[in-house]
């Protein structure tokens, strides 16, 4: 077994909705991205990247790149699974962690939880996305942008 983790933060901009976990979210602001700007699943890539050794998102994916300009990050996620899959990995399960003062994402975690154990062929029980807020401390706090953590467990079949 080996364990990943990954962080990704995006500042807030223009816009009219967030991209979390592959779920689109109503907000008066978007973030500013060179992708969908999806900080969870950023998040969740390099978390796997991490525990199978495979470098980072930005080494994958660089925000260089004019092909990843407007991606889906489900997109980068099912690549990276497939990575995963011809180096002997699958993943045992992931935990998300979102932070943001705003907007209120806990309507959305079931449909957040769905599309991740979809991209990683996953029974949704193995997946948990939740909420938080910083009390109004930090820029998430003084909500300027939205952060994203997440842990992974993959296992080596070979």
């Avoid at 962080?7 to 909705?17: E, I, K, Q, R, T």
């Amino acid at each position: 077994m080996r364990v990943g983790h990954g962080f990704d933060v995006h500042a807030f901009g223009a816009g009219d909705h967030l991209m979390l976990c592959g779920v689109r979210v109503d907000h008066t602001r978007g973030v500013r991205a060179h992708s969908d700007g999806d900080v969870a699943l950023h998040a969740l890539c390099d978390a796997l990247l991490g525990a199978a050794g495979l470098g980072d998102i930005g080494e994958h994916f660089p925000d260089d790149d004019t092909q990843y300009a407007g991606v889906s990050s489900r997109v980068l996620l099912r690549e990276v699974v497939a990575l995963l899959q011809q180096h002997g990995y699958r993943t045992g399960n992931v935990d998300i962690t979102l932070v943001a003062q705003t907007p209120r994402l806990a309507e959305h975690r079931v449909a957040m939880c769905e599309n991740v154990a979809s991209d990683l062929h996953l029974d949704t029980h193995c997946v948990n996305v939740k909420a938080t807020t910083t009390e109004h401390l930090g820029f998430a706090g003084r909500e300027e942008g939205i952060a994203a953590f997440a842990v992974a467990l993959l296992h080596n079949d070979s």
